[in-house]
């Protein structure tokens, strides 16, 4: 059987671009610590999350020498703590720390992205998100929320603080609003 130049040219690079798919895919998989969604975190009643130990008053939890928690409700369209937009302070870390999130939402689903890190989640309701960032220097990362949550979507957005050891103040909870007012 014979076969034309240009359509083992094609088959070739058919095969090639296949071939890259998989790798990208295994790789992203593997390779890269993406994790898919999964019912092995913790549940809560997102119409109780007023009455919930963590939820209630979230914010930053100090739990070890450079370690620390963070509770965060996704609303629409804010983060809380984290979105200015809503009067919310930004949540504020120590630098060279272990930050582990811990995000829920309130009504519907959402997304929670911290650009520069490796934190990408879903938040869905009645379901604790649980990931885990490593920061180093000073510096700001923005909040996103990455999965589609309504009209006002597009203006979900969050800050998340780096700073100097001892510039932080470790009060916990930061969900006081900006100027005074709570």
Aim: contains cysteine; proline residues 6%.
């Amino acid at each position: 059987m014979h076969i034309h130049t240009y359509e083992k040219l094609w088959l070739g690079l058919s095969l090639l671009l296949i071939t890259g798919f998989v790798a990208t895919i295994t790789y992203g998989a593997l390779g890269a610590g993406v994790e898919m969604v999964d019912d092995s975190g913790e549940t809560v009643d997102p119409d109780a999350l007023g009455e919930h130990p963590d939820f209630a008053d979230p914010g930053v939890e100090q739990v070890g020498p450079n370690e620390y928690d963070v509770y965060v409700v996704a609303h629409r369209f804010y983060f809380e703590p984290g979105s200015s937009t809503q009067g919310f302070a930004p949540i504020t870390v120590p630098a060279n720390s272990t930050v582990n999130f811990y995000i829920t939402s309130a009504d519907v689903v959402h997304g929670f992205g911290v650009a520069g890190t490796n934190a990408n989640t879903m938040v869905i309701p009645g379901e604790v998100s649980e990931l885990t960032v490593e920061v180093g220097e000073p510096a700001e990362y923005g909040i996103v929320c990455n999965e589609y949550c309504g009209s006002g979507h597009h203006t979900m957005e969050g800050l998340m603080q780096v700073v100097p050891p001892e510039e932080y103040n470790g009060t916990g909870s930061q969900t006081e609003r900006l100027g005074g007012d709570s």
